[in-house]
């Protein structure tokens, strides 16, 4: 029989290799077809006498990243279609869909003949889940072998065995850290948990993983065999009675309540460890199925899952334009971001001159690359040889000249207009006909900078963040003249160097840093207020962001926010910003030399290593403090996150934004915004436009007109709308069929 995303062959020892490789796909992912064909597979080697055993491998470099998209979206969308009409129907049909994969995994499992799972390279999700249940595992010692059950970094988890069989493996406390943070692991570490068998070199792999068959592999699992004990003892030790207490609570410390699923792992292992296999994996099921139908997986599963594979795969491109290969990008200003921007080109494979005003300081620049690869190559992420090819990619100079042959070239030097008029000038005296220009602006508006171009069709933002090796998003953003192919460009750059890109309009901040200054300008009215700094800081954190507003603030520079207030009153006039934060700012920089952590004085002291930064003691005394039990940290946290989703309602009014994932994705991957809710449109959706413009009204009246709520909030909620029905982004799509 033959399969299409399956090879079958069977060798003269009676093993049968069974090799997973997804025409069309750079990788291998489960689908109801694939499930299905992996069903009939397992149906045929039990029903061939000649066959001994199975190894399923990967015919890709990866082995797989687990469940596909388009197979998550219609689990979605028929429990939203059915539980309208018949909840309790539709939760039914829900948990029969969840433990479709369960029931095939453990078909494997108990299929009488052995089988072994050769891991070739990242395996993830229920991938690896479907490995747990073969009798053996196997992984290559390649760099490209990463192990994880990732699935709570969208709002869900292991929900195919993973729970049951990885706590039946490894000990409690390190199965519970793998599956709720969703860490990924070596092979090596994955080994030393007891997950894998074997760890061998790549050539090995398939030789070893046939070895174990031959050297008479079990086909049982060793809770199916009698006797079997939970490794440490289960969870009536002593041990575990230190475990089990304190478990929730450093859940709740890590995630403040807000992931549901984290807290489903601990319900799942803790109770799926008293009672026999089978079993636990019903209680998995059913608090799976739970999850599935909260709004936190929901938006979750859609904003960091669906919608993020869909904007890093270009749905976004202007369609009609050829695919640019790059063959040379150009970057100018070789401090750290530019510097920064420069490595990770390179690290795509593509060849990059680094330009600074004089040779050395584009060398010093290049500097900043040698750091980061000596840093791979001692967490073994690189090779000397792969480090030393990635440098020989990055040539330094201070000849405009050198930009001759580039297809992108972009700016990344002072946030000033006059540097960057001087820095347009003279790339586009050599840059060749065709060539993109992209400015790395963070906060001045790419028309306005587009006037010093004779070519803005061919002008673009590209607004990337600091650490720029480790930030996934990268802003783009569109001049009122910009032209198609610039913006095609630049989208396929962003893939090239594995970013998710958002695609926005232009304005003051664009969208991400001006979602960031509310955030921030919110702390600076409650310091105004006198709520104690700590509980600024702590309840913004409760709220689900990952750094307080003012611990964010000194990594972004104290000094920057007062040079973007004054530039925001110099070009909108002194109504444009609070005098308050004004004379707030003005004294941290001006008057106590506050600048940030760049100067080792902000809101936060920093002391020399190992000592931890800590708020600034003399800050509590700028303004009459509350006591801490006359400020409501409900309310704090509400006004965090309402004060940064009204904002973003405001780049959809105004049409910077235009495509509601683009707001989601951006406000999470750009600043870290509450990822449990989805994004910040999410939020909004999640709660209800009309619940948030009351919640709006009800904060404008207590805290200030800044939060009352948009004309277009207003117009929604009287109509009923969300943001993803009324700026429905497969609106097009949907046309067409």
């Not at 070596?186 to 997950?195: E, F, G, I, P, W």
């Not at 750094?547 to 603030?553: A, D, E, H, T």
């Amino acid at each position: 029989m033959t399969y299409k995303n399956f090879t079958v062959e069977t060798d003269a020892d009676g093993i049968a290799l069974v090799t997973w490789d997804m025409p069309g796909k750079s990788m291998n992912v489960f689908t109801e077809e694939v499930m299905d064909e992996l069903n009939a597979i397992v149906d045929a080697v039990v029903a061939d006498s000649a066959i001994k055993g199975a190894v399923i491998t990967s015919g890709k470099s990866s082995f797989s990243g687990g469940a596909d998209l388009s197979m998550i979206k219609s689990m979605f969308s028929l429990y939203q279609h059915e539980k309208a009409a018949n909840p309790d129907g539709a939760a039914q049909k829900l948990f029969d869909l969840v433990g479709r994969m369960t029931g095939l995994f453990r078909k494997i499992e108990t299929s009488g003949k052995p089988w072994v799972s050769a891991i070739n390279g990242t395996c993830m999700g229920g991938a690896f889940e479907m490995s747990l249940a073969c009798h053996g595992r196997v992984a290559s010692t390649a760099k490209s072998v990463k192990i994880a059950l990732p699935e709570v970094k969208v709002g869900i988890f292991p929900g195919a065995g993973g729970t049951q069989r990885v706590s039946r493996l490894a000990d409690a406390q390190s199965a519970l850290q793998m599956m709720t943070t969703g860490q990924s692991l070596t092979a090596a570490r994955a080994k030393a948990m007891n997950l894998l068998h074997q760890v061998v070199e790549p050539d090995q792999l398939i030789p070893a993983a046939k070895q174990m068959i031959k050297d008479g592999l079990k086909p049982v699992a060793p809770w199916d065999e009698k006797g079997f004990k939970v490794p440490g003892g289960g969870i009536w030790t002593p041990a575990a009675a230190q475990l089990w207490p304190a478990a929730p609570a450093i859940l709740r410390r890590e995630t403040s309540g807000n992931y549901p699923a984290a807290l489903a792992i601990l319900k799942c292992v803790y109770e799926g460890l008293q009672v026999p296999f089978d079993t636990g994996l019903k209680i998995e099921q059913r608090y799976f199925t739970e999850i599935l139908q909260t709004s936190e997986a929901f938006s979750m599963i859609r904003s960091l899952f669906i919608s993020m594979q869909e904007l890093g795969k270009g749905a976004r491109r202007p369609a009609g334009i050829p695919k640019t290969a790059l063959k040379k990008v150009g970057v100018v200003g070789a401090g750290f971001m530019g510097a920064s921007i420069a490595y990770v080109t390179a690290a795509a494979g593509i060849p990059v001159t680094l330009i600074d005003r004089d040779i050395e300081a584009a060398t010093k620049g290049k500097g900043v690359g040698e750091g980061l690869v000596k840093d791979s190559i001692g967490k073994g992420r690189l090779t000397q040889d792969e480090g030393a090819t990635l440098l020989s990619r990055i040539t330094p100079s201070a000849d405009y000249a050198d930009l001759a042959d580039a297809d992108l070239v972009i700016e990344a030097v002072f946030e000033d207009r006059e540097v960057k008029k001087a820095v347009i000038e003279a790339v586009e005296a050599v840059l060749p006909e065709g060539a993109i220009f992209a400015s790395n602006t963070s906060t001045l508006p790419i028309t306005g900078l587009a006037k010093s171009s004779k070519r803005p069709v061919d002008f673009i933002g590209v607004h990337f963040f600091s650490p720029v090796e480790k930030m996934m998003l990268t802003e783009v953003i569109l001049g009122k003249e910009t032209g198609d192919k610039a913006l095609a460009v630049a989208l396929d750059y962003v893939a090239a160097i594995k970013k998710t890109p958002i695609v926005v309009n232009d304005t003051r901040g664009f969208f991400v840093n001006r979602c960031v200054f509310r955030y921030i300008h919110e702390a600076y009215d409650m310091l105004i207020e006198g709520v104690p700094p700590a509980m600024i800081e702590n309840a913004a954190k409760m709220a689900g962001m990952p750094v307080g507003p003012l611990s964010l603030n000194d990594e972004v520079a104290i000094d920057l926010s007062q040079k973007i207030l004054k530039a925001t009153v110099a070009d909108l006039g002194e109504a444009a910003v609070n005098p308050e934060h004004m004379a707030l700012i003005n004294k941290m920089v001006d008057g106590l030399d506050r600048r940030g952590r760049k100067n080792g004085k902000g809101f936060y002291d920093y002391p020399a290593k190992p000592a931890k930064k800590s708020l600034w003691p003399e800050l509590k005394t700028f303004y009459p403090q509350k006591k801490a039990d006359e400020v409501d940290v409900e309310v704090l946290k509400q006004r965090f996150l309402v004060t940064i989703a009204l904002e973003a309602a405001r780049t959809i009014e105004e049409g910077i934004v235009t495509d509601p994932r683009e707001a989601d994705v951006g406000s999470i991957l750009g600043f870290g915004f509450a990822p449990y809710t989805g994004g910040v449109l999410s939020y909004i959706d999640g709660m209800g436009v009309k619940s948030f413009v009351e919640l709006c009204e009800k904060l404008a009246a207590a805290d200030g007109a800044h939060f009352k709520p948009t004309a277009l909030l207003k117009d929604m909620a009287a109509k009923g709308e969300t943001f993803y029905g009324r700026f429905d982004p497969y609106a097009k799509e949907k046309a067409a069929a």
